[in-house]
């Protein structure tokens, strides 16, 4: 084990007494070293009852063998940060969260690997990390938040309301003050990643199709019992699977084994397929990088053409993350991409050994499927508000087996022939673009219309909500790439607010940042090459004619190669590609915008330019 080089011999005597004082008894020396990377904080909604999860995972690692070492990461709550410089932190931040677990786990030898994540960037760290430090590793994230109930100051009673609906009121000029009160109040009812598919619950359904948690990791709801249970078991395969490793040589617990080209299309298939956040794209293109695996955008592209979307969640659909639950979760969704022959059949996961054996197991459709899994996929929300974990018990009668009408379709009867995420390139997008088509109604799948520029969210904002924007225009939104925000900020508020002022099937957003796994509409991301970077949309001018196709994958500004050319010989004339606009910018932040590459390439650290500027091999 890489830890018996410092539990054995008179050398390392000093780290042993250490060890011995941070509480390790002598007789389970030479015990499996779990580090537990927690990311437990009171700031986030998702992550302030993982102190609870980490003693318990804790317990459940010393009581299979284990020696449990816990220890926390960072964590940024994008929902607090949206709508100003804060929001400039939050992707940068999965590359602390990353070196923050290599950086512990490598420097106390840890022979294996749990990492507790719940939020945006923190699954997305924690894989990076996972993948390169190669040991044995599960992910169990702190699961879903219920929706919420909102009674009205009138008496009407909302359903279902989450985070977006009070960011949607906020904007709405018809609510009133004591309107967007009530929903404030009740919308995140309790702990756990928002309600919806959005890009927390999207990264740890990802985890879980990747092979690298267990069933019900991205469905299980923070509240209910059924999610503890989650968090012993995982205690106990963690350990089994570091002695199968160490004692046995099975390399095929490693997450690299299991983290294949196959498992890697295999899980954006199935994002494809529910309509995950746009923001998965970039995650997973930076997760395959740590894990030396060629999987590109190229890739994406590519399965976005030929996988339906199957699972309309909210907020591009009806269906809450419980009600995907009750139908099966994501091995529900999987099984029917199986049963469509989408998936590559040769992968396996940290507790089954190929993905026929564990939907054998956990596919609520297959006549195999196991009593353990059915009375998971019971687990139903309670509708107690409280920051409480595993509080309630409450069971569905009966679960979704509807494959036409119910949370997932089969292939048959796709909620939407389109996949959920589709890129886009043209001549705005050369290297491309993401947008979320399950959050896109069709009737503007095509669009054309005039170009209002911006240079920020703040300014983005502003023209949104008073009134500047107009229905038939595309707002561009440049110069918030990795580079040049720096740090791709999300931006929740102005997709919220164009929804709000009731023009969100009239404009399209255009940027070369993020937006929310809570946006939808016709919301393009990630635009590459970014203005910061000279990309085409530096060139754009107010009054451009934006032309959108989204059945046919196409961006372009309705301007010659020859006009381009030269407005870039213009732009460079002056005063180059900057941003007009006042922001204070951070050393760290200009850190991350040093090293920071394009969207298309997964905001990942350019490992060309560390070389060269490390001089190390």
Not at 124 to 153: C, D, K, Q, Y
Not at 323 to 349: K, Q, W
Request: charged share 25%; proline share 5%; hydrophobic share 40%.
């Amino acid at each position: 084990m890489r830890s018996a080089k410092i539990m054995n011999g008179r050398m390392f005597a000093g780290a042993r007494a250490l060890y011995r004082a941070a509480g390790v008894d002598e007789k389970d020396f030479g015990k499996p070293i779990v580090a537990i990377a927690n990311s437990f904080s009171e700031f986030v909604p998702g992550h302030v009852h993982l102190n609870k999860v980490g003693r318990l995972v804790s317990q459940a690692v010393k009581e299979a063998g284990g020696i449990p070492r816990e220890f926390n990461t960072i964590a940024v709550d994008d929902g607090i940060a949206m709508g100003h410089t804060g929001m400039l932190y939050s992707l940068p931040s999965r590359d602390i969260i990353a070196d923050a677990v290599e950086y512990s786990t490598n420097a106390h030898c840890a022979d294996a690997l749990i990492c507790i994540s719940n939020c945006d960037k923190i699954t997305p760290g924690m894989l990076l990390a996972a993948l390169r430090l190669n040991i044995p590793t599960i992910f169990v994230s702190g699961g879903p938040m219920e929706a919420g109930t909102t009674v009205m100051p009138d008496g009407t009673v909302k359903e279902n309301t989450d985070l977006i609906d009070v960011m949607y009121a906020s904007a709405d000029d018809t609510m009133d003050d004591n309107d967007v009160l009530a929903l404030e109040k009740s919308v995140c009812p309790t702990c756990g990643s928002c309600a919806g598919m959005f890009t927390a619950n999207s990264m740890n359904c990802l985890a879980e199709a990747l092979g690298l948690a267990l069933p019900g990791n991205g469905t299980t709801l923070a509240s209910h019992t059924a999610r503890r249970s989650l968090f012993e078991k995982a205690g106990r395969v963690i350990v089994d699977i570091a002695n199968r490793y160490y004692h046995e040589d099975d390399e095929s617990v490693l997450p690299r084994a299991i983290a294949t080209k196959h498992a890697f299309e295999n899980a954006m298939t199935m994002d494809v397929a529910m309509g995950g956040s746009t923001n998965t794209v970039l995650h997973i293109l930076a997760a395959a990088q740590s894990a030396d695996v060629d999987f590109t955008l190229n890739d994406i592209e590519r399965i976005s053409h030929t996988v339906p979307c199957i699972c309309k969640a909210s907020p591009s659909g009806e269906w809450e993350i419980s009600d995907i639950h009750r139908a099966g979760g994501i091995c529900g969704i999987l099984g029917e991409l199986d049963r469509g022959d989408v998936l590559h059949r040769d992968t396996h996961s940290v507790d089954y050994p190929s993905l026929e054996a564990k939907l054998d197991d956990w596919d609520i459709m297959r006549e195999t499927c196991i009593d353990e899994a059915k009375d998971l996929y019971h687990a139903a929300p309670g509708h107690i508000i409280s920051p409480e974990p595993w509080n309630q018990s409450k069971e569905f009668d009966t679960l979704d087996t509807d494959r036409e009408h119910g949370a997932i379709h089969d292939l048959a009867h796709p909620a939407v022939t389109e996949g959920g995420l589709a890129i886009l390139r043209g001549n705005l997008a050369p290297d491309g673009c993401v947008v979320k088509t399950a959050g896109v109604p069709k009737e503007i799948w095509e669009f054309r219309g005039p170009a209002l520029v911006v240079e920020s969210q703040e300014e983005a904002v502003k023209v949104i909500l008073d009134n500047t924007l107009k229905p038939g225009q595309a707002l561009i939104i440049r110069y918030e790439g990795p580079k040049g925000g720096p740090g791709m900020q999300e931006m929740l508020y102005p997709t919220s607010f164009v929804k709000g002022k009731g023009i969100g099937k009239d404009v399209a957003l255009i940027t070369d940042g993020r937006y929310s796994g809570g946006s939808s509409g016709l919301s393009i991301g990630h635009v590459a090459p970014e203005a910061a970077s000279k990309g085409p949309i530096a060139l754009i001018r107010n009054g451009d004619i934006i032309n959108i196709d989204i059945p046919n994958r196409a961006i372009n500004v309705e301007l010659s190669d020859e006009q381009l050319a030269q407005r870039r010989a213009e732009l460079e004339a002056g005063d180059g590609y900057v941003a007009h606009r006042d922001r204070k910018v951070s050393l760290a932040l200009k850190a991350y915008a040093a090293f920071a590459r394009s969207a298309d390439k997964g905001a990942t650290r350019d490992p060309d330019l560390i070389e060269s500027l490390s001089g190390l091999a």
